[in-house]
């Protein structure tokens, strides 16, 4: 009897009622639809649950008249938003066409369930507990929520509204925006800043940035200046070995990515082979191929970690140190 109100009879009571804007008994319909009054009870009753009707006692006489109300089920079947509504257990008693179609789960498996035993949870059981006390009234509570669809993060703002049933009891009224693009915006916003922050640590020395892929991302202005190499002629290459050897060769910062602690070991004697509290490689030496004579270059390098600690790229600063070496070393021939 679940769909009741879709039926012929359910369509015979709607039409009297409509001919009767002031309201009719069980008694006054029963008669004109030519139905016993137990079966005309027993429609009347979940027509009103459904909201397609309004009751009012006249003395001991209940008065039906159609309602002027939006059914819940029709809004909900219509809204953009995902919306779900709970019942004083916490059991989802409706749900929008938005969130089946979102979650890819069909309305049957959707109600009765609690939000946290969804094939896609929206909350934790620990979670689903705060909310209870919305039962009893107070102001809407608001959450971010995340949940993994198919893979992928999917980000929600969501609204609990204490909410009052059509049968009297306490419930709660769920609203989910979709923020998903919103928030990949703002951690790439924050992820930029906090990088840029992090190559301008040092902005007295010439500096350069790659990727985790080995592609230069940044080339200051310093590092133009003491190589004669352009930004726009590396940027977005993997030509940043140009500013050191006349054939390509992994620098520092390539083998920080890698993670090739004994090729540092090995092609740099003097670099440091335990990365100290600050996480930075440092060594001298000296590079015959830069200018005419050959400079010595103090090199330091770091890997550079997002907020979740997954490598991002590397950061290699180059000082020109060879006035101070000239005093104490001799290049040989």
Not at 286 to 300: C, E, N, Q, R, Y
């Amino acid at each position: 009897m679940a769909d009741i109100q879709d039926t012929d009879e359910a369509a015979q009571i709607r039409a009297v009622l409509r001919e009767h804007p002031h309201g009719m008994s069980i008694k006054e319909i029963s008669a004109t639809v030519s139905m016993s009054r137990n079966s005309v009870a027993k429609y009347l009753e979940v027509m009103a649950t459904a909201g397609q009707l309004d009751v009012r006692h006249v003395g001991n006489a209940k008065l039906y008249t159609l309602s002027l109300r939006v059914p819940v089920g029709d809004l909900l079947n219509h809204a953009r938003e995902l919306i779900l509504v709970l019942d004083n257990d916490l059991r989802i008693v409706q749900a929008s066409g938005s969130f089946c179609g979102f979650t890819g789960i069909s309305r049957e498996t959707i109600l009765h369930s609690r939000l946290s035993a969804l094939p896609i949870p929206l909350l934790s059981a620990s979670e689903e507990r705060e909310i209870v006390v919305l039962l009893n009234g107070g102001p809407t509570w608001k959450k971010e929520i995340h949940v993994i669809r198919n893979g992928t993060d999917v980000y929600f703002d969501s609204r609990f509204i204490p909410t009052v049933l059509e049968n009297g009891v306490p419930g709660i009224t769920l609203i989910l925006e979709d923020i998903t693009e919103r928030t990949h915006a703002e951690k790439a916003m924050a992820e930029r800043d906090r990088l840029l922050r992090t190559i301008f640590q040092i902005p007295t020395s010439p500096q350069f940035f790659i990727d985790r892929n080995h592609k230069v991302v940044y080339w200051d202005r310093a590092l133009e200046i003491m190589t004669g190499i352009k930004a726009e002629e590396v940027v977005g290459t993997s030509c940043q070995w140009k500013a050191f050897y006349p054939n390509p060769q992994p620098c520092l910062a390539d083998l920080l990515i890698n993670g090739d602690r004994d090729t540092i070991s090995r092609m740099f004697e003097k670099a440091r082979t335990d990365i100290p509290v600050d996480g930075r490689y440092e060594y001298t030496d000296f590079f015959p191929d830069m200018s005419v004579g050959g400079k010595w270059l103090h090199i330091t390098a770091s890997l550079i970690r997002d907020t979740t600690g997954t490598i991002t790229g590397a950061m290699e600063a180059v000082e020109d140190v060879t006035d101070k070496k000239k005093g104490h070393f001799v290049v040989q021939t």
